[in-house]
């Protein structure tokens, strides 16, 4: 007997490219059906069969305060009723501006868009209008979305399929996309001084979290800091994931290193389709229509998408102890399935910062694109496999990372320990 999740897919694979419309859902890295979800709530998703899983993947990110959250569940259908989109400027776009600007330090000036991609797309674009350079330095392992100049030695689906660079991207796109490597300073410098005066920017994961999670080495991220500066290229930080996750402000606050722009996407919107890029207002005012670098989009800024974004926002500014609780709660997580790994037979790597988290199956350390691509990930399919069996849902690649929430109970982590200690020991 078919299950509902192989009839759909094979129905979907019919009429969607691959069957789904992201590559990672199409479990194609551990060789799967995927399951087809019907809901979620708190830190449990459920699927077709009705079968019930511990999350984390949480919408890779979005979900920090877990699935269905009240608050934010009421906030859609309050700003439903009055009409889905107007393409026109509303209260909700102000207050959201207002409170992003008011948490994250530096952000003067932030203007919404749709997704990471087009946020990350859209920086780039500003950084380029700001200096008149062409050229961009991103990290290989680093993913930013799938605008054309950016899958270069990409990370996330493109890393898992193994495809570094997309087809269908002309050299053109990519000719001015330098790739460095992550945690090494001087492949940044050695970049610069091979094009002086060129660069525009340097993007970057300030944590690696599309190579599976590389954490960033003591001084990396201050380096980059110091070489924009030395260059007067614009600094973007990359916190479609980090942002809102490590701390109120993110990356910058949680590694006390400011970025000159900034990019947003998954928390911002609560589970809705939001992205947000934004920083120093000399370099925003540099943006359409006050300035001459075009951006635009039907739905940014969309009253429904605000509204989950702004309850999801507004929780985490005034729920005190948010952040400590849930970094605490992920060290104690982290740590003991650190203590299993070092018990267990085998090579692993156990990366972690704050709610975000990798077991790498490799004896390397794991600090960057060629040390996370030495994992077995075979292995991992394995491992993978057993979790999904005993009701734990991880991410369906090796390249990607554990998400947690302030949804996720102390028994479930607990639970989840088990099963990886059953498994590896
Ligand atoms: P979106 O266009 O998918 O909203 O955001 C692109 C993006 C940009 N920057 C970073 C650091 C990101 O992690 C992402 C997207 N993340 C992946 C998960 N690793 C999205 C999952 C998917 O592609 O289905």
Same mark, same amino acid.
Request: with cysteine; hydrophobic share 40%.
């Given at each position: 007997?078919?299950?509902?999740?192989?009839?759909?897919?094979?129905?979907?694979?019919?009429?969607?490219?691959?069957?789904?419309?992201?590559?990672?859902?199409?479990?194609?890295?551990?060789?799967?059906?995927?399951?087809?979800?019907?809901?979620?709530?708190?830190?449990?998703?459920?699927?077709?069969?009705?079968?019930?899983?511990?999350?984390?993947?949480?919408?890779?990110?979005?979900?920090?305060?877990?699935?269905?959250?009240?608050?934010?569940?009421?906030?859609?259908?309050?700003?439903?009723?009055?009409?889905?989109?107007?393409?026109?400027?509303?209260?909700?776009?102000?207050?959201?501006?207002?409170?992003?600007?008011?948490?994250?330090?530096?952000?003067?000036?932030?203007?919404?868009?749709?997704?990471?991609?087009?946020?990350?797309?859209?920086?780039?674009?500003?950084?380029?209008?700001?200096?008149?350079?062409?050229?961009?330095?991103?990290?290989? $392992?680093? /993913?930013? @979305?799938?605008?054309?100049? %950016?899958?270069?030695? &990409?990370?996330? =689906?493109?890393?898992? *399929?193994?495809?570094?660079?997309?087809?269908?991207?002309?050299?053109?796109?990519?000719?001015?996309?330098?790739?460095?490597?992550?945690?090494?300073?001087?492949?940044?410098?050695?970049?610069?001084?091979?094009?002086?005066?060129?660069?525009?920017?340097?993007?970057?994961?300030?944590?690696?979290?599309?190579?599976?999670?590389?954490?960033?080495?003591?001084?990396?991220?201050?380096?980059?800091?110091?070489?924009?500066?030395?260059?007067?290229?614009?600094?973007?930080?990359?916190?479609?994931?980090?942002?809102?996750?490590?701390?109120?402000?993110?990356?910058?606050?949680?590694?006390?290193?400011?970025?000159?722009?900034?990019?947003?996407?998954?928390?911002?919107?609560?589970?809705?389709?939001? $992205?947000? /890029?934004? @920083?120093?207002?000399?370099? %925003?005012?540099?943006? &359409?229509?006050? =300035?001459?670098?075009? *951006?635009?989009?039907?739905?940014?800024?969309?009253?429904?998408?605000?509204?989950?974004?702004?309850?999801?926002?507004?929780?985490?500014?005034?729920?005190?102890?948010?952040?400590?609780?849930?970094?605490?709660?992920?060290?104690?997580?982290?740590?003991?399935?650190?203590?299993?790994?070092?018990?267990?037979?085998?090579?692993?790597?156990?990366?972690?910062?704050?709610?975000?988290?990798?077991?790498?199956?490799?004896?390397?350390?794991?600090?960057?694109?060629?040390?996370?691509?030495?994992?077995?990930?075979?292995?991992?399919?394995?491992?993978?496999?057993?979790?999904?069996?005993?009701?734990?849902?991880?991410?369906?690649?090796?390249?990607?990372?554990?998400?947690?929430?302030?949804?996720?109970?102390?028994?479930?982590?607990?639970?989840?320990?088990?099963?990886?200690?059953?498994?590896?020991?």
């Amino acid at each position: 007997m078919m299950s509902e999740s192989q009839e759909l897919f094979d129905r979907a694979r019919r009429c969607i490219p691959g069957g789904v419309n992201s590559p990672v859902r199409a479990f194609g890295n551990v060789g799967m059906t995927p399951r087809f979800i019907t809901r979620a709530k708190g830190d449990r998703i459920y699927d077709e069969e009705g079968r019930e899983y511990i999350d984390f993947v949480g919408s890779w990110g979005p979900m920090i305060l877990g699935h269905a959250h009240p608050a934010v569940l009421e906030a859609v259908e309050k700003a439903a009723v009055d009409g889905l989109s107007f393409g026109a400027a509303t209260r909700r776009e102000v207050e959201m501006a207002e409170l992003i600007c008011g948490i994250v330090p530096g952000m003067e000036m932030i203007r919404m868009v749709n997704s990471g991609t087009e946020a990350v797309m859209s920086a780039i674009r500003a950084a380029r209008g700001f200096t008149g350079r062409d050229k961009i330095i991103k990290f290989a $392992g680093c /993913y930013h @979305g799938h605008s054309d100049a %950016m899958l270069v030695k &990409a990370g996330s =689906g493109v890393m898992t *399929q193994g495809i570094p660079d997309s087809a269908g991207v002309p050299a053109g796109c990519t000719a001015d996309t330098l790739t460095a490597v992550y945690n090494d300073p001087d492949s940044v410098r050695e970049l610069f001084e091979a094009n002086p005066g060129q660069i525009a920017a340097v993007i970057v994961e300030p944590v690696g979290a599309n190579m599976g999670v590389v954490p960033p080495a003591k001084g990396f991220l201050e380096s980059l800091r110091a070489i924009c500066d030395e260059h007067g290229s614009v600094l973007i930080f990359d916190e479609v994931i980090t942002g809102f996750r490590l701390a109120p402000g993110g990356a910058q606050e949680y590694f006390g290193v400011s970025a000159d722009l900034c990019t947003y996407g998954k928390i911002i919107g609560g589970g809705m389709p939001v $992205g947000a /890029y934004g @920083g120093k207002k000399a370099i %925003m005012e540099k943006i &359409a229509p006050l =300035g001459s670098v075009y *951006q635009a989009g039907t739905l940014s800024g969309n009253p429904v998408a605000m509204a989950a974004g702004l309850a999801q926002l507004s929780i985490l500014r005034e729920k005190k102890d948010f952040y400590s609780d849930l970094n605490r709660k992920s060290d104690r997580f982290f740590g003991e399935i650190g203590k299993i790994l070092e018990e267990a037979d085998g090579d692993f790597c156990l990366n972690h910062v704050g709610s975000l988290g990798c077991i790498f199956f490799t004896g390397t350390e794991v600090t960057n694109y060629t040390s996370a691509g030495s994992s077995d990930t075979n292995r991992f399919r394995e491992y993978f496999s057993y979790m999904l069996e005993q009701g734990i849902y991880l991410a369906p690649s090796q390249f990607e990372a554990i998400f947690l929430s302030g949804a996720h109970t102390g028994e479930d982590l607990d639970r989840t320990i088990s099963a990886i200690r059953r498994y590896l020991i």
